[in-house]
């Protein structure tokens, strides 16, 4: 499964400019980072009177907007989608998905603390905290860092969430839900659908099918 871990802390404890030194030294080590950002009061990407803006206002479920270099989306959710199921559906290619914010998700946190912001951590116990990075002398029961100290941070990271990490050959999802699936069980629906799609017209070898399926009929 896709490794994540959440950077918590209070407002204003440095999150945000620690990530900013921690995803570049990742990324020199080869790994393929996505970050999620947690709004806990809702936000708005898009920008008024932008032509973007007055569609998604015209009744568009989904917008998106594409360039040479990157590709964008806005789409309506019914609720708050799980921390686990925004990684499935939009991170597959990437070794791990650190997150800022979601103090409440089950994942592993690593909390910035700084105390003339708050005077003890937000993490207590069964919040599944794995280490620290603060300057400040606070006991920890957990590795902790120092704020200079993102190399450290990196290596713990690495050894402990990336040294096994292997890119799943196969994503089923079921309701936007990652399903679990052996070697044994990617092989075999590998090369079923593999043989099945070759036979048709137009097949060439790709490096990568995706298949959408919806198993009830419209009415």
Request: aromatic share 8%; net charge negative.
């Amino acid at each position: 499964m896709l490794p994540i871990i959440s950077v918590v802390g209070a407002s204003d404890s440095g999150k945000t400019t620690f990530l900013e030194k921690l995803i570049p030294e990742l990324s020199r080590r080869g790994y393929r980072i996505g970050v999620v950002k947690h709004d806990a009061h809702g936000f708005e990407m898009d920008r008024e009177g932008k032509d973007t803006w007055r569609l998604k206002r015209a009744g568009a479920a989904t917008i998106a907007i594409s360039s040479p270099r990157a590709v964008a989306s806005i789409r309506d959710t019914e609720g708050e989608l799980a921390l686990e199921e925004i990684a499935a559906r939009f991170f597959w290619t990437e070794d791990m998905v650190i997150t800022e914010g979601f103090k409440s998700a089950r994942f592993p946190k690593i909390e910035v603390f700084r105390s003339q912001v708050e005077p003890q951590p937000i993490c207590g116990p069964g919040s599944n905290l794995a280490a620290l990075v603060t300057d400040d002398p606070v006991e920890a029961e957990v590795p902790r860092f120092s704020f200079s100290d993102v190399a450290g941070v990196a290596d713990f990271i690495e050894n402990r969430y990336l040294r096994e990490r292997k890119h799943p050959r196969l994503l089923v999802q079921l309701d936007g839900k990652q399903l679990a699936i052996n070697d044994f069980v990617q092989d075999f629906l590998i090369g079923g659908i593999r043989g099945m799609l070759s036979r048709l017209r137009g097949w060439e070898t790709p490096e990568i099918v995706t298949i959408h399926m919806r198993l009830e009929e419209d009415e």
